[in-house]
């Protein structure tokens, strides 16, 4: 399942006031990215490999593994898959994305086989 969604991942740093409070930027990503899964499918497995690439501006100043845990919160809580903790194998890759362009993510979701 290839999934495209025009949004920019924000970091978790900016995610969270200290380490127990959300901020409204996190619940405006989440309300967003939701919104945006509406009909993209799902994938019932409890085995998944996933590919990440996102399409970043500064892609330079950005730390990826900064953005994924986010992302795939959303994932399982718009129930495109079962739960994060089902995938078994996960790559991450940025890309220079043109400034006259939006940012944007790149996910492909596949069931493994072990």
């Known amino acids: 399942m290839k ?3 025009p949004i920019t ?3 978790d740093n900016v995610l969270w006031q200290g380490r127990r ?4 930027r996190y ?3 989440t309300d967003e990215a939701l919104w945006l899964l509406q009909g993209k499918g799902s994938i019932d497995s409890k085995c998944l490999e996933v590919h990440i690439v996102y399409y970043w501006h500064n892609w330079m100043l950005r730390d990826v ?4 845990k ?3 919160d959303i994932l399982a809580k718009a ?5 994060d903790r089902y995938i078994m194998k996960l790559s991450v890759e940025k890309r220079k994305q043109p400034k006259d362009l939006p940012e944007k993510v790149e996910l492909n979701i596949n069931e493994l086989t072990l």
Do not use: E, R, W, Y
Not at 21 to 24: E, L, P, Y
């Open 21 to 24: 409070f959300k901020t409204k």
């Open 79 to 83: 129930g495109t898959i079962v739960d």
């Open 65 to 68: 593994s900064n953005a994924q």
């Open 9 to 11: 991942v924000p970091s």
């Open 27 to 29: 619940k405006d990503f």
């Open 70 to 72: 986010s992302l795939l």
């Open 3 to 5: 999934i495209l969604l």
